[in-house]
C-alpha cells in the first residue's frame, strides 16, 4: 500500500530544491493541469504541493483524483477542476450529468464540460444547448461550469456559433479546447470575445510566458496548461 504522507514529503523536497521565480499576477490565473491517463497517484500529490506552492488558481484533474485533489487542497486556496465529457463531448447527457455531479461530491468546484461536439457539426443546436443546461442545472449551487467548444476543430463562424450555444445553456466560461486536438490561437480568443460576454479560459500549447500573455492581452481570463511553471516564470 502506497504512504500517502510519504509521497507528499517527497513532493514538498522536489519543490524545496526550485530556485523558480513565478510571477504571481500569472501564476494566479492558471489552472495547473494534469489529464494524462497515465499518471499516478504520486504525480497528483505532486501537481497539488506545486499548486499551494506557486499560487496557481487550480488544479485541472481526471474525475478518478477528484477526491485525493480536494483532500489535499481543502485548507488552501487552490480550487478542484475537473473534466466532464473529456475528451470528445460524445457521451449522452445522462452520462455527463452523472458524471459532474459525482465530481461535484467529490469536491470539485469547477468542472470543464466538453460540448457534443458532433451534435454542433450535425447542426443540432438544441441539442447542445440543452446538454449544457442539464449539466448546469445538476450542480451544487456557486459551481462554475467550462464549455470546451475545441476551436482547433471548428471554422472562425463556428467558433462564433458555439460561443453563442454555450452563453444560451448558461454555462459560466467559454473554454476553448481540450489540447488533444491542437494549440489554442489568439485569434480564436479574440472571437470568442467578441461574440459573447463570458470569460474564456484559453487551453491547448501554452508553453510560454510570452503566448500566455498574447492570450491574456485577446481577453482570456483563465489559462488551462500542463507546463505552469514555465509559463509562469520564463
Same mark, same amino acid.
Given at each position: 500500500?502506497?504512504?500517502?504522507?510519504?509521497?507528499? /514529503?517527497?513532493?514538498? %523536497?522536489?519543490?524545496?530544491?526550485?530556485?523558480?521565480?513565478?510571477?504571481?499576477?500569472?501564476?494566479?490565473?492558471?489552472?495547473?493541469?494534469?489529464?494524462?491517463?497515465?499518471?499516478?497517484?504520486?504525480?497528483?500529490?505532486?501537481?497539488?504541493?506545486?499548486?499551494?506552492?506557486?499560487?496557481?488558481?487550480?488544479?485541472?484533474? /481526471?474525475?478518478?483524483?477528484?477526491?485525493?485533489?480536494?483532500?489535499?487542497?481543502?485548507?488552501?486556496?487552490?480550487?478542484?477542476?475537473?473534466?466532464?465529457?473529456?475528451?470528445?463531448?460524445?457521451?449522452?447527457?445522462?452520462?455527463?450529468? /452523472?458524471?459532474?455531479?459525482?465530481?461535484?461530491? /467529490?469536491?470539485?468546484?469547477?468542472?470543464?464540460?466538453?460540448?457534443?461536439?458532433?451534435?454542433?457539426?450535425?447542426?443540432?443546436?438544441?441539442?447542445?444547448?440543452?446538454?449544457?443546461?442539464?449539466?448546469?442545472?445538476?450542480?451544487?449551487?456557486?459551481?462554475?461550469?467550462?464549455?470546451?467548444?475545441?476551436?482547433?476543430?471548428?471554422?472562425?463562424?463556428?467558433?462564433?456559433?458555439?460561443?453563442?450555444?454555450?452563453?444560451?445553456?448558461?454555462?459560466?466560461?467559454?473554454?476553448?479546447?481540450?489540447?488533444?486536438?491542437?494549440?489554442?490561437?489568439?485569434?480564436?480568443?479574440?472571437?470568442?470575445?467578441?461574440?459573447?460576454?463570458?470569460?474564456?479560459?484559453?487551453?491547448?500549447?501554452?508553453?510560454?510566458?510570452?503566448?500566455?500573455? %498574447?492570450?491574456?492581452?485577446?481577453?482570456?481570463?483563465?489559462?488551462?496548461?500542463?507546463?505552469?511553471?514555465?509559463?509562469?516564470?520564463?
Amino acid at each position: 500500500m502506497i504512504d500517502r504522507d510519504l509521497l507528499i /514529503q517527497r513532493a514538498m %523536497e522536489n519543490l524545496s530544491g526550485d530556485d523558480l521565480i513565478i510571477d504571481s499576477s500569472i501564476a494566479g490565473l492558471i489552472d495547473h493541469t494534469l489529464l494524462r491517463p497515465d499518471a499516478t497517484e504520486g504525480d497528483i500529490i505532486h501537481l497539488c504541493e506545486e499548486a499551494k506552492n506557486y499560487g496557481f488558481f487550480g488544479v485541472c484533474v /481526471q474525475p478518478y483524483w477528484v477526491s485525493l485533489a480536494h483532500r489535499l487542497l481543502k485548507y488552501s486556496n487552490v480550487k478542484v477542476i475537473t473534466v466532464c465529457g473529456f475528451p470528445d463531448g460524445a457521451n449522452i447527457t445522462d452520462v455527463k450529468i /452523472q458524471e459532474a455531479r459525482m465530481a461535484n461530491i /467529490q469536491g470539485a468546484d469547477e468542472i470543464d464540460m466538453v460540448m457534443n461536439i458532433g451534435a454542433f457539426k450535425s447542426g443540432e443546436f438544441s441539442i447542445v444547448v440543452d446538454d449544457i443546461k442539464k449539466v448546469k442545472r445538476a450542480l451544487k449551487p456557486g459551481t462554475i461550469l467550462k464549455v470546451i467548444i475545441e476551436t482547433p476543430l471548428l471554422s472562425e463562424e463556428e467558433i462564433i456559433k458555439a460561443s453563442i450555444l454555450v452563453r444560451e445553456g448558461g454555462a459560466d466560461f467559454v473554454k476553448t479546447g481540450t489540447g488533444r486536438i491542437g494549440a489554442v490561437k489568439v485569434r480564436d480568443v479574440e472571437v470568442i470575445k467578441k461574440a459573447v460576454d463570458l470569460p474564456v479560459k484559453a487551453a491547448g500549447g501554452i508553453r510560454t510566458m510570452g503566448f500566455a500573455s %498574447e492570450l491574456l492581452k485577446a481577453g482570456a481570463e483563465r489559462l488551462g496548461t500542463s507546463g505552469s511553471t514555465r509559463v509562469a516564470s520564463s
